[in-house]
DNA sequence: TAGATTGTTAATCGATTAACAATC
DNA sequence: TAGATTGTTAATCGATTAACAATC
């Protein structure tokens, strides 16, 4: 199989998302003109990006989106639902935790963990409570977490990567501001780091009008 | 001046929260080839990085820390501190709020916004109490907001981006799963985007091991 | 001086885009 | 048939990396 592009996973799981819109809409049908439009960027990409899977598409007519939606959910593995713990309870953690999105996208927050004391046994869903970090391992073994999302401070989140991995956790989503050691995926989401590439453009853009 | 590389520009963010823990742990140089073993880039990725902006170093020697610090705040723009308001009091838009790194890095959030009444009025730190989004222009331009964060869902974000637009906002951070059609820079932070390239990183790897 | 390390150039690698034959 | 649109190839563009002279 041909090298893909890490952009292209990216904006597979945007397409999704417009699909997801187009289908609620009512749309049967939706070319790659239309679709490259609503997330600016050229037609030839959506359909590059696309055939690196395979001709979802029909000639003349476009792709239709009950179809596409589900290629691409094979595609990134979003048609099974997937076991998440949360490391660290604090307003990141939380704010995962109670997020609607996650649930509706087959992401189920099964388990947060915090090492404080004051946060142990807080309530945090109708079905969420903050465990001792002490059961990390036990809960993920027991109950085949697959995913974790490390929202502890940057000190610990190497730590608390190393006894994921080997209690068998698959991928990691890092809020942490760290570079993590470990042999299973990451994906870093540093939100001060968006702020400052943000206020770089805006810097920039001053400069140069 | 040379076009520079978007990655070049999120990378410098990220070499910059590494300066920090190294100036706070007493370093007083840095080698570019530390710096990328810290981050797991190639240390010519590094030099490459910083060359865009001038000559930061020293040969034999590295880089002093406290300089380089210096020079990326200033290429970043984070020198000065950023006025932020936030557009939405959900899981999200709290989150941001509360978040110690934000003040910490020189991002001032001085305002979050709201349509339901049920939220209005609300106390989210103790300084901060989420008002009603009618009075978003007339606190934008007499607080002389620069930086606004979307976190509402999908189906306002069009109408609020335009409305900050307007009222002179110059860089919008979108936590709203879609694009924008604005004129301003604006970085997006889907949050299940991060779990879905990351959950097709975890079904990818099983397959070609 | 010898060893370390930068800054920069040129080579390589990877991603995007244009163009167009195929076909609905 | 004529118009629309895909799928794919080749060309272009952009980013990363290796290599090395300069120099601390």
Same mark, same amino acid.
């Given at each position: 199989?041909?090298?893909? /592009?890490? /952009? ?52 003349? *007519?476009?792709?239709? *989106? ?86 502890? /401070? ?18 990691? *989503?890092?809020?942490?501001? *760290? ?5 299973? /995926? ?24």
């Amino acid at each position: 199989m041909r090298k893909i /592009p890490k /952009p292209t996973i990216r904006r597979l799981a945007i397409y999704y998302r417009c699909l997801e819109r187009l289908e609620q809409q009512g749309e049967e049908n939706i070319s790659s003109k239309l679709l490259a439009q609503m997330v600016h960027i050229k037609d030839s990409q959506v359909r590059k990006d696309l055939s690196y899977f395979g001709s979802f598409g029909r000639r003349g *007519i476009g792709y239709n *989106i009950q179809k596409l939606l589900s290629e691409i959910r094979k595609i990134l593995g979003i048609h099974k639902s997937w076991r998440v713990v949360i490391i660290g309870a604090g307003n990141i953690g939380q704010a995962i935790a109670r997020f609607k999105h996650m649930e509706k996208h087959n992401f189920q927050v099964i388990g947060v963990f915090d090492t404080d004391k004051r946060k142990i046994g807080k309530q945090i869903t109708n079905n969420l409570v903050v465990s001792d970090i002490n059961s990390l391992e036990s809960f993920i073994v027991h109950n085949q977490a697959e995913i974790a999302v490390i929202a502890t /401070p940057a000190e610990a989140a190497q730590s608390v990567a190393e006894r994921l991995e080997k209690a068998g956790i698959r991928g990691i *989503i890092c809020f942490a501001p *760290i570079t993590l050691d470990c042999n299973i /995926p990451v994906e870093y989401v540093d939100i001060t780091v968006f702020f400052k590439t943000l206020v770089h453009s805006v810097v920039s853009q001053t400069h140069n009008v």
